[in-house]
């Protein structure tokens, strides 16, 4: 494969993955039927992770934990009710041991998703020192933001009624933080895209400067 179409395939890779994270978060249902369906953000993640795998071997890692996650939402698909009142008092042991198993995956799988997503090609062919800010920057947040939820685990059935809007605000913002993922996602994209087309306009330049062409 070509240095051009291997970025055009991290590119589009990138778009996918972006569109994916973005069914994930969106909660949108008609007579009972998810129109944004989860298992089909995790089948655009999963196929968009496969399409990287020749930028860095980790995207193999980060596609078989993502795996997990997808059987995991099948599971939930077919059991509404196992992470039902996850922070209710009348919360069972059960559920919690689901819900931080699955909080640990997910945690597990953003930390490997930042660490491919920094091995990209595309940050040693360009200069973006706000793109590789904002990069840090979202990394670190929203790592620490899934870090802080393991804490809340052990102690759910023991957390008074008041603790329920912490819990809002936690939502919120892992709601806020995905949304940062899915914007840096389609400017790394956009990064690519940009690149690519320096790398075409150079090389048609070279093509029409040679005389014996």
């Given amino acids: 494969m070509t240095n051009l179409s291997t970025q055009q395939v991290s590119e589009k890779a990138l778009r996918l993955m972006a569109w994916g994270f973005t069914l994930l978060i969106l909660d949108f249902n008609i007579m009972n039927f998810d129109i944004f369906n989860d298992l089909l953000g995790y089948v655009l993640i999963l196929y968009s992770l496969s399409s990287l795998e020749a930028e860095s071997v980790l995207f193999q890692k980060v596609k078989w934990i993502t795996f ?14 196992i992470n039902r009142g996850l ?3 009348d919360i069972s042991l059960i559920s919690i041991v689901y819900g931080q198993v699955s909080s640990l995956v997910n945690l597990l799988m953003i930390v490997l998703l930042f660490t491919s997503l920094g091995q990209l090609s595309i940050w040693q062919q360009m200069s973006n020192p706000s793109l590789e800010k ?13 870090v802080l ?8 059935m023991n957390l008074e009624q008041e603790w329920e809007v ?3 605000i936690y939502a919120v ?8 993922l899915i914007r840096l996602l389609f400017r790394l994209a956009k ?8 790398q075409e306009k150079d090389a048609s330049n070279m093509e029409s400067s040679d005389p014996y062409l």
């Fill in 191 to 198: 990064a690519y895209h940009g690149v690519h087309q320096e």
């Fill in 173 to 180: 913002l892992y709601v806020f933080f995905m949304f940062l």
């Fill in 166 to 168: 912490v819990m809002t």
């Fill in 149 to 156: 939820q393991q804490f809340f685990y052990p102690f759910i």
């Fill in 68 to 81: 997990i996650l997808f059987i995991e939402s099948f599971i939930r698909g077919w059991i509404p009710n």
């Fill in 134 to 146: 904002a990069f840090l920057i979202r990394r670190k947040a929203f790592i620490s933001l899934l």
């Fill in 87 to 89: 922070w209710s008092q």
